[in-house]
C-alpha cells in the first residue's frame, strides 16, 4: 500500500521559512520522480517542484530562488525547504508520485504566511 505523509507546515510570517516533509512507503523511492503541489482556497492544484530520481529539478517561476526542493533516497523523504515566504504561498502543500500506473497523493499540510 502505497503511503505518502506529509509533514512541517504551519504559520509564519512573511519573510519567514519552513520546512516540508514527505516520507514515502509502499514504493521503489529510488526510481520515481516526487513532486510538491499546491491548492489555495478556490484556485487550481499547481505543481510547485519536482524532483526525478536522477536528481534532476524542476520549478514554477512563482517560487523559483526561494523554494528547493531535495530527497534523501535512504530516508525515502522529499523535502521542500521555502524561504522568502509570501502571502501568496498560502496553500495546502500535498507531495505527489506515480506508481503502478496511478498518481499517489499526501493528505496535505497547510502553510499560512501572515503579512
Known amino acids: 500500500q502505497v503511503q505518502l505523509v506529509e509533514s512541517g507546515g504551519g504559520l509564519v510570517q512573511a519573510g519567514g521559512s519552513l520546512r516540508l516533509s514527505c516520507a514515502a512507503s509502499?514504493?521503489?523511492?529510488?526510481?520515481?520522480?516526487m513532486g510538491w503541489y499546491r491548492q489555495a482556497p478556490g484556485k487550481q492544484r499547481e505543481l510547485v517542484a519536482s524532483?526525478?530520481?536522477?536528481?534532476?529539478?524542476n520549478y514554477a517561476d512563482s517560487v523559483k530562488g526561494r523554494f528547493t526542493i531535495s530527497r534523501d533516497n535512504a530516508k525515502r523523504t522529499v523535502y521542500l525547504q521555502m524561504n522568502s515566504l509570501k502571502p501568496e504561498d498560502t496553500a495546502v502543500y500535498y507531495c505527489?508520485?506515480?506508481?503502478?500506473?496511478?498518481?499517489?497523493w499526501g493528505q496535505g499540510t497547510q502553510v499560512t504566511v501572515s503579512s
Open positions: 505527489r508520485t506515480a506508481w503502478g500506473s496511478r498518481d499517489h
Open positions: 509502499g514504493i521503489a523511492f529510488s526510481i520515481v520522480a
Open positions: 524532483a526525478t530520481s536522477a536528481f534532476s529539478t
